[in-house]
């Protein structure tokens, strides 16, 4: 059963914005998401997030799953979201089951709500009230949640090497032999020939600066193009690791956008790019014409 449409939390661009470098790449996790509302704007913002309610809206401004956020498997790390929630025991069994899993949660909502919907939450998980100068049109707190006997996982020691035949990549020391991730898991064997180039730590692969890597090609003419023309090149087929060790992003989720996937002229798919929109941007039709890659117009309206 389908219920009218209803929009209780509307945030701020300068929310959005705030949320963004908060979230330092983690994935958002938007429970009880109604319409989608919040989801859209974080997409639109290059956020990485997931909206999902049990109940489905007449209409939704993005794809809004059908998931009961009191059973959700929840991503280690991630940040959950309860924006303006419809009131009931829901709530506090959300913030429990994310807090246990290793997540933050941060609960949106009136002030005058707040003891109503958060009086069961458990008294040992951190409790901390966000100071942001703008949430939504309501003047909405901002309440942070975690389970303060989480324990994060050390963080890893990263070496960045210059590699005599492979190029620069980052790796971690593994005694014998260096371990890496590029579309999987992947060891190589020590050289005298390789050349530390820097040392850094972090919990993550993906977490590290890519840009200093040999992933990024910028003479090659494989990449991708974003809605405002940007152009991003990369390695041949190299376009998932691109989008998410550079972009900090999935690749269906930024193809799903609009963005050109671009083959090159030595494609051996049969078209010298991809794009999953029904049309281009103008900004995005002039960096085709300066790549000097075909298209046509009658097929894909230029009209934004």
């Given at each position: ?6 929009i ?38 290059g956020i ?47 913030i ?15 002030e ?27 003047k ?6 975690k ?72 003479d ?73 890659l075909?298209f ?9």
């Open positions: 059963m389908k219920i009218p449409n209803q209780f939390f509307d945030p701020c661009p300068a929310f959005i914005s705030w949320l963004k470098e908060y979230s330092k790449g983690r994935c958002v996790f938007d429970a009880g998401a109604g319409t989608g509302r919040l989801g859209s704007l974080l997409k639109n913002a990485s997030s997931l909206s999902f309610d049990t109940t489905e809206r007449d209409s939704a401004e993005i794809e809004v799953y059908k998931i009961d956020a009191t059973k959700m498997e929840y991503q280690d790390g991630g940040l959950v979201i309860l924006a303006r929630p419809c009131h009931g025991e829901w709530i506090e069994k959300t429990e089951r994310a807090c246990e899993s290793g997540c933050e949660v941060l609960y949106i909502g009136l005058h709500n707040c003891e109503f919907d958060l009086s069961g939450v458990n008294p040992d998980f951190k409790k901390e009230v966000l100071i942001i100068e703008e949430t939504g049109r309501d909405e707190i901002v309440i942070s949640f389970d303060s006997s989480w324990i994060a996982p050390d963080p890893i020691k990263w070496f960045l090497i210059k590699f005599s035949l492979t190029g620069i990549w980052w790796v971690a020391d593994k005694g014998d032999e260096y371990w890496y991730w590029r579309g999987g898991p992947s060891k190589c064997p020590k050289s005298k020939t390789d050349k530390i180039l820097d040392i850094t730590f972090a919990v993550e692969y993906q977490d590290l600066d890519h840009t200093r890597t040999s992933i990024m090609k910028p090659s003419d494989t990449g991708w193009i974003d809605l405002q023309g940007n152009w991003y090149p990369c390695e041949y087929t190299g376009h998932d690791d691109y989008s998410f060790y550079v972009l900090k992003r999935n690749s269906i989720d930024i193809e799903e956008e609009g963005w050109i996937k671009v083959w090159g002229k030595s494609s051996p798919y049969g078209t010298e790019w991809t794009c999953r929109a029904n049309r281009l941007t103008k900004r995005q039709k002039k960096k085709m014409v300066d790549l000097e075909s046509n117009d009658g097929d894909m309206p230029l009209d934004f």
